[in-house]
């Protein structure tokens, strides 16, 4: 049994920073993709970002690319989302996913197998 928990969420004003962790317990992840999705009030979960088992390889949603880092620390077995240049429709709760079955990058939610409580992300404007 895997659990995830991510911290670092809060509200922060339009350009301004925030790193998201996510911490897994239960046992190590450290050769299965990672990513990070993110459901706004209103709409369905959208993906954000994912990180292969290596950490060599990244993806993002176009909406985030060259704001975003995703990252990991296998050591620690925690993944990173470091947000840069927020804007107010980043608002949303941000879910942290493991996957129990894929190495590479994906961006499909179905592809995860163990996911976090989420963590509340606002930007005023």
């Known amino acids: 049994q895997v659990q995830l928990v991510e911290s670092g969420g809060g509200l922060v004003q339009a350009g301004g920073s925030l790193r998201l962790s996510c911490a897994a317990s239960?046992?190590?992840?450290?050769?299965?993709?990672m990513g990070w999705f993110r459901q706004a009030p209103g709409k369905e979960r959208e993906f954000v970002s994912t990180?292969?088992?290596?950490?060599?390889?990244?993806y993002y949603a176009d909406s985030v690319k060259g704001r975003f880092t995703i990252s990991r620390d296998n050591a620690k077995n925690t993944v990173y989302l470091q947000m840069n240049s927020l804007k107010p429709e980043d608002t949303a709760v941000y879910y942290c996913?493991?996957?129990?079955?894929?190495?590479?990058?994906?961006?499909?939610?179905?592809?995860?197998?163990?996911w976090g409580p989420g963590a509340q992300v606002t930007v005023s404007s």
């Open positions: 996913a493991a996957s129990d079955r894929v190495r590479g990058i994906v961006a499909v939610s179905i592809a995860y197998d163990y």
């Open positions: 239960g046992r190590t992840l450290s050769s299965r993709a």
């Open positions: 990180i292969d088992w290596s950490g060599a390889i990244t």
